[in-house]
């Protein structure tokens, strides 16, 4: 018998599994499970990369610095209040950590990202969701969620997997509605992807709230997913605290590079954001047009949902895709069990998907 204690509430935690890479028999898949970029990264990032190999035997800049001051160029921010972690994931980890713990509860919406309930287990904290309407997170629906354990709200804005967003306004309402001892998180990694005149990422929060953190990532836009890199914009206060309570070289010397590289490449995010821009609502109407409800996204995604009926749900569907050697994310996890999600990929990739469901919505 193993004497060792594993502190309560872990064994909770359902392991986070990610978008699949590959189906057995098929030696190049086309994958859109991940909501990574269309045309992978930038070319002045890989070249920056490459540079970083030679240096690879010295510690990186525990601060980040440059990392930090590009970030605050190219966004308008203080880089003082900056912190950058091992992807976003990390950073939304470690503010579970600092403001949460056994007693306390962590609230997020429906159909949130789930690292949410994963990093409030993980520190002894109970988990909490509040209903969404149309898929949309509910801002009267959360703050009806909120009792004096309250410690956390996490809100994913765009919406992953969902591709709704909540408003400028509605957000505001959102953290004007909190007592002040509840941090709001507000997860803009898809802010690069949205056009919307009402929208935004939260940096405005953070500057009028002493209780709002944004956390963004390279992951999506960027396309650097495989290196890791996220950062957040937070008041100087809980900037502190984040400083104190991460690994003092949490990212690589590579990532940081990359990172700064990718910021200044303006022309092919432009790029990428115009491929999304086409393929989106291309996709979108498409889709639509074969028989598939296909909810309005502001993302690199597409949210699809499908009738429970034999051979014509969201299972099915996928079974199909993934035998021409096409793989969706499956949506169970995230309690959408008839739905799958689609990244946006690049025309060819779009054009074969589209085809391959008109297919199965034909049979």
């Known amino acids: 018998m193993n004497a060792l204690a594993v502190r309560p509430g872990i064994l909770d935690i359902q392991p986070y599994k990610g978008g699949e890479s590959a189906v057995a028999g098929t030696t190049q898949a086309i994958k859109l499970s991940s909501n990574e970029g269309a045309l992978g990264p930038s070319p002045a990032a890989m070249e920056a990369f490459r540079k970083a190999a030679a240096g690879l035997y010295r510690y990186p800049d525990g601060h980040c610095t440059a990392l930090r001051g590009a970030l605050a160029s190219?966004?308008?921010?203080?880089?003082?209040?900056?912190?950058?972690?091992?992807?976003?994931?990390?950073?939304?980890?470690?503010?579970?950590?600092?403001?949460?713990?056994?007693?306390?509860?962590?609230?997020?919406?429906?159909?949130?990202?789930?690292?949410?309930?994963?990093?409030?287990?993980?520190?002894?904290?109970?988990?909490?969701?509040?209903?969404e309407t149309d898929l949309t997170t509910d801002v009267d629906a959360l703050l009806a969620k909120v009792t004096p354990r309250t410690r956390v709200l996490f809100i994913a804005n765009p919406n992953n997997p969902t591709g709704t967003y909540l408003s400028a306004d509605a957000l505001r309402r959102l953290r004007t509605g909190l007592r002040p001892d509840i941090l709001l998180v507000v997860?803009?990694?898809?802010?690069?992807?949205?056009?919307?005149?009402?929208?935004?990422?939260?940096?405005?929060?953070?500057?009028?709230?002493?209780?709002?953190?944004?956390?963004?990532t390279f992951s999506k836009m960027f396309g650097l997913g495989g290196l890791r890199l996220g950062w957040a914009y937070c008041p100087a206060a809980i900037a502190d605290v984040l400083n104190r309570i991460r690994m003092p070289f949490n990212v690589s010397s590579a990532a940081q590079a990359a990172g700064v590289?990718?910021?200044?490449?303006?022309?092919?995010?432009?790029?990428?954001?115009?491929?999304?821009?086409?393929?989106?609502?291309?996709?979108?109407?498409?889709?639509?047009?074969?028989?598939?409800?296909?909810?309005?996204?502001?993302?690199?995604?597409?949210?699809?949902?499908?009738?429970?009926?034999?051979?014509?749900?969201?299972?099915?569907?996928?079974?199909?895709?993934?035998?021409?050697?096409?793989?969706?994310?499956?949506?169970?996890?995230?309690?959408?069990?008839?739905?799958?999600?689609?990244?946006?990929g690049t025309p060819e990739e779009m054009q074969i998907v589209v085809d391959a469901l008109g297919e199965f919505m034909r049979r």
Not at 189 to 211: H, M, Q, S
Not at 316 to 332: E, N, Q, T, V, W
């Open 261 to 344: 590289a990718a910021l200044e490449d303006f022309d092919f995010l432009q790029r990428v954001r115009d491929n999304n821009d086409r393929l989106l609502p291309w996709t979108t109407e498409r889709l639509r047009a074969i028989g598939i409800d296909v909810r309005p996204s502001v993302c690199n995604f597409v949210l699809l949902r499908f009738p429970q009926a034999t051979d014509g749900d969201a299972a099915a569907a996928d079974h199909f895709l993934k035998s021409r050697g096409i793989i969706l994310r499956a949506m169970g996890g995230y309690g959408l069990a008839d739905s799958l999600r689609l990244t946006i």
């Open 74 to 131: 190219r966004y308008g921010l203080d880089a003082a209040r900056i912190v950058c972690g091992a992807g976003s994931d990390e950073l939304l980890g470690l503010l579970c950590r600092a403001y949460a713990g056994p007693g306390d509860e962590v609230l997020y919406s429906q159909h949130g990202f789930l690292i949410y309930p994963i990093s409030a287990r993980s520190v002894g904290a109970s988990p909490v969701w509040a209903p």
């Open 187 to 216: 997860d803009a990694a898809y802010a690069e992807y949205v056009g919307r005149n009402d929208y935004t990422a939260g940096e405005d929060l953070v500057e009028a709230f002493d209780n709002v953190v944004m956390t963004r």
